[in-house]
């Protein structure tokens, strides 16, 4: 079993910056899949990004593209998105989630919630 913990969410001004941090505990042992997504209620989460351990570019969602960066400290087993130019409707509960996997997901997958089998409690993201 692995624990997901994020932090770094806050309150920003629309154009500011805010960096998540994911931090994995528990049975990090071997390749996984680690994503990120956010979620406003009343829709459906949605991929941000994501990366697999193992190597290989982060995939980003159209709406990240060019302003977040997805970066892995593998000996700290932490995830970090970096996000720039922060608009409001960036605004929402940011997770954290993790597979473990042998091989690179493509895109498609890796930026699927359903994918995933461990997550994070959340950190609420607001830009105004």
């Known amino acids: 079993h692995v624990q997901l913990v994020e932090s770094g969410g806050g309150s920003v001004q629309v154009g500011g910056s805010l960096t998540l941090s994911c931090v994995a505990s528990g049975d990090t042992i071997g390749r996984y899949c680690m994503g990120w997504f956010r979620q406003i209620p009343d829709r459906e989460r949605e991929g941000v990004a994501a990366i697999w351990t193992g190597g290989g570019p982060p995939y980003y969602a159209d709406s990240s593209k060019g302003r977040f960066t997805l970066t892995l400290d593998n000996a700290k087993r932490t995830a970090f998105l970096q996000m720039d130019t922060l608009k409001p409707e960036d605004s929402a509960m940011y997770f954290c989630?993790?597979?473990?996997?042998?091989?690179?997901?493509?895109?498609?997958?890796?930026?699927?919630?359903?994918?995933?089998?461990?997550w994070g409690q959340g950190t609420q993201v607001t830009v105004s």
């Open positions: 989630a993790a597979v473990p996997t042998r091989a690179r997901f493509d895109e498609f997958w890796a930026l699927k919630p359903s994918s995933y089998l461990y």
